[in-house]
């Protein structure tokens, strides 16, 4: 009706020439590149002057960003930090000029009053989603799992891979044989599956796939296909993110399950920002974006579609 009409018309106006610097790390997966998309339409639709950097991984460049956004004087600063340690003293900078830092996705490890707010899932619990998935799809059967990690020293991949171990823990038919880094990319993810197939006597012994993304898994299934085993079927693939490739893989029988990670931080984020700027309104330090399994059954083309229609 006409209040909230008025009330959207008023936040947007609050909005209106705030500029907000975005320290994104890069464009590793198809999940990030969906996410700056996303912030990227999120900031226009209110008129939001929107400062991109892109890190290309590296922590010391999303450092320098900011540094940079800083004296630039930006109203706001988005930071989706690829590892949890060292942002101490570029946070206490960002304080001391006065602008707001929101973390997206991911987590860091300082205090939480070097930062405004948070946006982002329970990353322990989308670990544990995929684990449970996994030793209900299994049942009694023996099963030796693979995992591919995200990011070394990324809260994403510290909390996905404690997640699922909780999940399997008590269940002595499942065991996680291998575990090693992919970086979050579909390169590596390959790469990584082709060195677990041939240590697993081709692959034979392997009975799961767990990867702490859709990309590394998607990697993975290529490798797995050109080892000649059946992704999907021979091997059980279980991922994180929801992208559409992963559906289109789902489609084909070649994935098995993936726990939704919503690329819209930015909605969120922004929200929260407008009402500080408004009347100084503190948000909830952590602000919990869902986490939802989907399988086969739960029609992979549709939700494949719906994704590309978002912006992936
Ligand atoms: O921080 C979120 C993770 O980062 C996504 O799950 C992964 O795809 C991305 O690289």
């Known amino acids: 009706g006409t209040a909230a009409a008025l009330m959207i018309s008023t936040t947007a106006a609050m909005a209106e020439g705030e500029t907000v610097g975005f320290a994104q790390i890069g464009s590793e997966s198809g999940w990030r590149a969906a996410e700056t998309t996303l912030t990227k339409q999120q900031a226009e639709e209110r008129g939001i002057d929107l400062r991109f950097s892109d890190a290309q991984q590296k922590q010391e460049n999303q450092i320098a960003a900011i540094r940079s956004f800083v004296a630039q004087g930006v109203d706001a600063i988005l930071l989706a930090p690829v590892v949890a340690t060292g942002w101490d003293s570029v946070l206490e900078e ?34 544990e989603v995929a684990g449970e998935w996994l030793v209900n799809a299994v ?7 693979v995992e591919l990690q995200g990011t070394t020293g990324s809260t994403p991949a510290i909390d996905r891979k404690t997640g699922f171990e909780n999940a399997i823990e008590g269940h002595d038919n499942l065991e996680i044989v291998r575990s090693q880094t992919g970086d979050f990319t579909r390169a590596q993810g390959k790469e990584v599956m082709e060195s677990f197939l041939q240590a697993e006597n081709g692959g034979k012994d392997i009975c799961a796939l767990y990867a702490h993304n859709d990309d590394m898994a998607v990697g993975a299934i290529q490798a797995i296909k050109e080892a000649g085993l059946a992704p999907g079927d021979d091997i059980l693939i279980v991922s994180i993110d929801a992208v559409p490739d992963i559906f289109k893989a789902m489609a084909d029988g070649e994935a098995n399950a993936t726990v939704e990670l919503t690329p819209n931080m930015a909605g969120p984020a922004f ?3 407008e009402a500080y700027w408004a009347d100084g309104t503190m948000p909830e330090k952590f602000i919990q974006t869902e986490s939802k399994l989907y399988t086969q059954e739960n029609d992979p083309m549709g939700e494949y579609e719906t994704r590309k229609d978002l912006g992936y």
Do not use: F
């Open 271 to 273: 929200d929260a920002l």
């Open 94 to 127: 960002a304080q001391e000029a006065e602008i707001p830092v929101v973390l997206l996705d991911r987590q860091v490890d300082s205090s939480d009053d070097l930062y405004l707010t948070a946006v982002g899932s329970d990353l322990v619990h989308e670990g």
């Open 139 to 145: 049942g009694d059967e023996e099963c030796r799992i």
